[in-house]
Structures are given as C-alpha cells and as structure tokens.
C-alpha cells in the first residue's frame, strides 16, 4: 500500500464519518426494538386477515357491503328481466292481466255476432256492445244469488264491485238502453 | 508495506455467543444487547455509504430489523459484524437502485468542518481544507456503488481485506484489484475536480 493510499484514505475517513451525538445512540437499542414489534404486530394481523374466509372481509367494511348489495341487486334485475324476455306469457301472471286475455282473445268473433245479430245498432256502439263494456241489463253486470247477489262482478277483473261501481254501472246501462230504443224507433 | 488498519476485535467471544443462542430463542433483551453492541459500527457504515444522516438512521435500524428476522439462520460460532456489515451494504444497494441515482453531497461534514474551527487555525488552512473536502466528497460520489462501498468498508470501517471480502460476498482476491481499482478512479475522479493529472 502507497503512502498517498494511506493519506487518501485517511482523507476519506475524516470526510465520510459523522458522529450524530450520545443521545442519538442512547436511545437506539429501544427504537429498533419497538420497529420490531411493530412490524411484529403488523405481520399477526396479515396473518389474521389470510385466515379469514375471503368473503368476511366483504362484509367487514360499509364500503364493501355496499358493493356487495349493489351487485346483488344487479343480479336479480338482470334474472328477472332475462326471465320475462324469455317466457313472455309468464309475464301475464296478475289477475287483471290474466282476466283480460281472453276477453281480448274473444273481442272479434263477438263483434261479428252483434252485428250480425242487431242490424240497427250503429257500427260505432257494435264493438263496445260486443265488448260488454257498456252492455244493457242483463249483460255487463250478471246478477248472482246467494250470499253475493247484492254485489256486482265486473267482467273485466272477476273482482267484486262496491257500490259505486254499482252506480255507474247503472247509469251506463240506462243511458245505452236509451240509445238502444232509440235507434229502434228511428 | 502498510499493516492491517487498526480496528475493533470482532472474533465472537463466549458472552456473544450466549446473546445470539438467546436471541435465536427469541429473547429480546439479548437482541437489544447485540445491537448496543454493534450499533454505532452499523451507523458507521450506513452513513458512509448513504452519506446522509437520515438515510444512515433508516438504513442502521433496517439492519438490525432484517437481522432479527433472520438471526434463525445465523451460524453460531461466526463473528456478528461482517453478518450485520453485509447487511448494511446490501440495504445500501437496494437504497441507491431504487432511487436511481447516486447519494446527495450531504451537509453534516461541512457543519463537523465548521465546528472544528478554532482559534489557533490558519483561516487560510481551514479554507483549503474545506475545499478539499468537498471535492473528495464530489469525487467519491462520482464512484459506481460497488467501489464506493469497498473503499467505505476499508477507509471508514478499517475491515480487513477477509472481511471486506465476507461483507461483499466475494473472493480476497477481488477485493483487493476492486480496491485498487477504486482508488485509481478516485484519484482520477479528484484530479479531473481539482484540474490535476492524477
């Protein structure tokens, strides 16, 4: 080794040394030992967390049960819709709907019979006619004995009328008996 | 011929021993023992290496974290610093890899400088000393790491060339050209700072 290696290095001691002070390596020893136990404590709760079933963490926070229902209810949506597109007629399910098809499905061929049947009703009242919507007595509002022969049974739901469905019922079958006699008279 | 630098013994005595037998049990206190015992030779090292007091503070605790998370597999027997010296080193490496770049010219030589001023010096001296000093920082910054820590690991740390070769993990014979080579491109370094041929 050359003598200026020896002054270079003894240069680079002098250059490349710090003393941070007694203080900074009294407290040392405890500064590493609570970095160890943090990181200690850090590693159990990574192994707790792996432990865990995968879909606890999903319920675990407000953020992710959210996301959760969210996609939940996506699901369903896209289940139900897929079902309806799928099986139409199933679709006609509720009451109403299911008591309106036929009625629909026969509208035609009774139009036919009552024009065929009732050549002085004017085209215009024939379909309605037909429909029983606003037929005569007898007709739109069949009595029923027994226990429910106050009532009214519309044709339309099957349900049974109170009595202001009664009423217009009755008003409207007036007022078409009236236009029934008239045409007769004409 | 110059001998061996002078340095601290770091032949793993019986009490040491005791204290790494312990702390492989998982005895904190025996770890807690070790690391006063090495403590400010770790610093040394980092501080040189990172020329940084905050990068040599992280640097110095991440060694003994990473020593005590591995002192299972440390052989007993086997003297501690070179084990705790390489971890340094290799920490040191990580560090500038990941900052791709070179440690910054740090402040706290200049401000030692500065309260080594005394009355009986020659302003004059203590000028060129500055000056000096701050080009042999430059030119050391300029170094590749591996040279860097080498000449660390030799000048600072005053470790043999068998330990400068188990810190680094390679042979004596390396040790030796890489230092020689590391004190050439220093000097190269200085002369190319200082406008002198080397």
Known sequence: MKPEDDELDADLKRVLSHDPGEGYFRDFASRVTDRIAADARAEAARAEAARTPWWRGLLSSPRALAAVGGVAVVAVAAGIAFNVMRHPADALRTAGLRGRAPAEAEAPAAGAVARETSPGTPALFAGRAARGRDAGPGVGCPRRRGAHDHGCWTRRTGAHAGGARRRVGRRRAGAERARTSACANA | MNPEPQRISRAPSEDETGLVRAAQSGDAKAFAEIVLRYQRAVYRVAYALTRNATDADDLAQETFVRAWGAIGRFELGQPMYPWLSRIVTNLAFSLFRGRKRRPETPLEPLLESGRQWGIHDDPADHAARSEHDAKLQAAFAGLSPEHQAILALRA?????????????????????SRLSRARAELKKHLGGHTGETP
Not at chain 2, 157 to 171: K, V
């Open chain 2, 156 to 176: 600072v740390d005053d470790q043999s060339y068998e330990e400068i070769a188990q810190t680094l993990g390679i042979p004596v014979g390396t040790v030796m």
